[in-house]
């Protein structure tokens, strides 16, 4: 499968972004699908998952939405009440795992990656 992210850019502390995944393929509904983010200098770090169940990191609980429409093989992370410590490039990936999948190890396929920069 193909992955395909959009929707960053800058936006000031306490804004909102959507980010999007497309996928190609026809068996989108078989992945769990997740999105990571990645801050400079740091290691790449889970954000959510959504594998029918929803699953997020304590540092965006309450903030960020996961969801997907696999009749559009896309999933999108919505996310509000945006914080400086928020910038990474944010990466969506998909895994061949059953169940809530934390790890970017057990992810089998990734997209680019798209940048997001909350200002102060």
């Known amino acids: 499968v193909q992955l395909q992210a959009s929707g960053g850019g800058l936006v000031q502390a306490g804004g909102y972004l959507r980010l999007s995944c497309a996928a190609s393929?026809?068996?989108?509904?078989?992945?769990?699908m997740g999105w990571f983010r990645q801050a400079p200098g740091k290691e790449r770090e889970f954000v959510a998952t959504?594998?029918?169940?929803?699953y997020y990191a304590d540092s965006v609980k309450g903030r960020f939405t996961i969801s997907r429409d696999n009749a559009k093989n896309t999933i999108w992370l919505q996310m509000n009440s945006l914080k400086p410590e928020d910038t990474a490039v944010y990466y969506c990936?998909?895994?061949?795992?059953?169940?809530?999948?934390?790890?970017?190890?057990?992810?089998?396929?990734w997209g680019q990656g798209t940048q997001v920069t909350v200002s102060s």
């Open positions: 959504n594998a029918g169940s929803t």
């Open positions: 990936a998909a895994s061949l795992l059953a169940g809530v999948v934390i790890t970017s190890r057990d992810y089998d396929y």
């Open positions: 393929g026809r068996t989108f509904s078989r992945y769990g």
